[in-house]
């Protein structure tokens, strides 16, 4: 076996005896570093951390079809084509073969589902862009082969799953769902069991306290991480440790977990970004950075309700002051947030809980039903329930359906410009980034809420739609590609770079994003009105949207955006040239 780090055993020791008895720790740490001996132990990437020009694109590996081509095929052929020079990376949904819920009841996190393709064409589509893997960890299918040993009481599978009596309260479980949290099982013998089951019937939790489950997740990891998988979401991880009598979520094992995982991955695969999806109340969300120890990256839940709030009341009161507190918050080297809009999931309302009131979640859900959208409710625990998420497209959510083409497209491409310029690394889905609109067909044929937004477009008619210049698709794809290449070309955009959200009245949203090592400072103003807004602001600068010079004011158009290049004052030239100098100095010095 290879040299270890012994601060990285001891580091694993640490940790694993926070979650284990101590009597299993020795054994765990030797067959954990098997795991990273069978993985290639210190032989992959190791890559600098993300920067302004990384963008992500969400998508299924069949959200584009075309023939009798594999879907992950074509999805190669379109990013080539088209998203060479906007897009970094590519998070493939889970993409293994699976019962339901559209990927997410997975049956074997080995392999990748025969319909779409194979390992060899994920091999392809890394040769051009990073990828990101989803890790479907909290539960597994009922058809898995896992669940169909354990019923056959097959010793490998022992306590694999969480079997628990009904009879015990659990009203104080912290539910996404409306569904039964127990299901009953009948196992080969004849015995009936009640097994844990968050999300559904068909996708039964998996029990971490058995330390077999967390070596097998430790497999799966870097094997995802050794095939391509740059990033790796935690798919609904704050559930993954389960105790009778508390909420189940967010416990202090889950955390633990976590950064076992971090901390293998760091060592035997460093430059994997680990991505946490936890749609629950900010606070909450952003534990999962830990030290800047666990998540490399969060996703940023109250973005994308907040700012459809914003759009529909056309009121950023509320928007600029949660966006004020992102200053506040302690940051860690190498973490960042993972900014979305949209997703193949719906819009979540937890994560306004500190931020709304329940009247306004509703009129969310009025509007989100008005624009022929649905509502997903969630169990409070004791008889009632609650809107948990929107089921509509973010499109369709931000507009009227009697907006014509031009006024649909400036107002999301005003949101999409502030998901451009929050600080941290934005994810723009596959129907944003295409203009889509509610499929309700898919949702009333399927019965499923969420099929509203995961349309399957085929090649053909979506490039013959891209190509003509005054449809819907058209005007949003290569109105993004033009923001993308802005942000990409300046530092002010990074991750690193500095944010200051201002309050310029309830119309207006604005901040600035500075950069302090290339003293690139900007200024982005968003109108999230239907009336024409004057700005004045004590800067010089030309707008990298319009191209305009902006001297101290301007009007803004209704759902106009500018992102204002500051011009650099004198004694900023001044100091520029003479840190040119003196490292033209050093160089020609040696």
């Known amino acids: ?75 190669n052929h379109f990013a080539n084509t088209y998203l060479r020079e906007i897009v970094s990376d590519i998070h493939i949904l889970p993409m293994y073969p699976y019962s339901s819920d559209d990927g997410f ?76 949290l127990l299901t ?178 509703k009129y969310m859900a009025q509007e989100t039903l008005r624009k022929e959208g649905r509502v997903s409710y969630k169990d409070n625990g004791d008889g009632t329930h609650s809107p948990y998420e929107l089921n509509i497209n973010y499109l369709s959510a931000l507009t009227e359906p009697g907006d014509d083409v031009d006024l649909k497209a400036r107002k999301f491409l005003a949101a999409q410009a502030l998901l451009l310029s929050f600080i941290g690394v934005p994810a723009i889905y596959i129907h944003s980034l295409l203009g889509s609109e509610n499929d309700l067909d898919g949702m009333h044929q399927s019965g499923i809420n969420r099929r509203i937004n995961r349309k399957k477009l085929e090649l053909g008619t979506l490039e013959a739609e891209l190509e003509k210049k005054d449809s819907l698709r058209s005007r949003v794809f290569y109105g993004l590609e033009e923001l993308i290449k802005h942000r990409r070309a300046h530092p002010a955009f990074s991750p690193q770079a500095g944010q200051r959200v201002f309050d310029l009245g309830k119309s207006l949203f604005a901040m600035e994003r500075y950069d302090p090592k290339s003293e690139d400072r900007i200024t982005c103003v968003f109108n999230i009105s239907d009336h024409s807004q004057m700005l004045k602001l004590a800067v010089e600068g030309k707008d990298l949207i319009g191209g305009e010079v902006f001297n101290g004011q301007m009007r803004l158009q209704p759902w106009q955006v500018v992102w204002i290049k500051h011009k650099l004052k004198a004694p900023e030239r001044l100091g520029r040239l003479r840190r040119w100098r003196m490292k033209l100095f050093k160089r020609t010095k040696r």
């Open 105 to 180: 009841s997975v049956i074997d996190y080995r392999r990748i589902d025969e319909h779409l393709g194979g390992w060899s064409d994920i091999h392809h589509l890394s040769a051009h862009f990073n990828l990101m893997f989803d890790c479907v960890i909290n539960h597994i299918s009922r058809s898995s082969e896992w669940m169909k040993g354990y019923l056959h009481d097959d010793p490998y599978y022992k306590d694999y799953f969480i079997a628990s009596n009904p009879e015990l309260d659990y009203s104080r479980v912290v539910r996404p769902r409306a569904s039964p």
């Open 184 to 361: 009953p099982f009948i196992k080969a013998n004849g015995t009936e069991l009640y097994l844990w089951t968050t999300f559904s019937e068909d996708q039964v939790d998996i029990n971490f306290k058995n330390p077999q489950v967390l070596l097998e997740s430790i497999d799966v990891l870097l094997q995802y991480a050794a095939s391509g998988g740059q990033s790796i979401r935690l798919d609904a991880i704050g559930y993954i440790w389960k105790e009778v009598g508390t909420r189940c979520i967010h416990m202090p094992q889950a955390h633990n977990i976590i950064k076992v995982w971090r901390t293998i991955l760091d060592e035997v695969i460093p430059g994997t970004r680990l991505i946490t999806e936890t749609n629950v109340p900010h606070h909450e969300n952003i534990s999962y950075f830990g030290e800047g120890d666990e998540a490399h990256m969060v996703y940023q839940f109250p973005l994308p309700p907040l700012t459809l709030h914003a759009f529909l009341r056309q009121d950023t009161t509320t928007l600029t002051q949660w966006a004020q507190s992102l200053n506040a918050e302690a940051r860690y080297p190498d973490t960042t947030y993972f900014n979305f809009l949209a997703s193949h999931d719906g819009i979540g309302l937890r994560p306004t809980e500190t931020f709304l009131s329940d009247d306004e979640r």
């Open 1 to 75: 076996m290879s040299s270890v780090n012994l601060e990285y055993v001891l580091r694993l020791e640490s940790l694993l005896s926070r979650i284990y008895p101590r009597e299993h720790i020795a054994d765990l740490l030797k067959k954990i570093l098997h795991l990273a001996e069978k993985w290639n132990y210190g032989k992959h990437r190791t890559t600098s951390w993300v920067d302004g020009t990384n963008i992500y694109l969400i998508t299924y590996g069949d959200n584009i079809r075309h023939g009798d081509q594999p879907p992950l095929a074509t999805l």
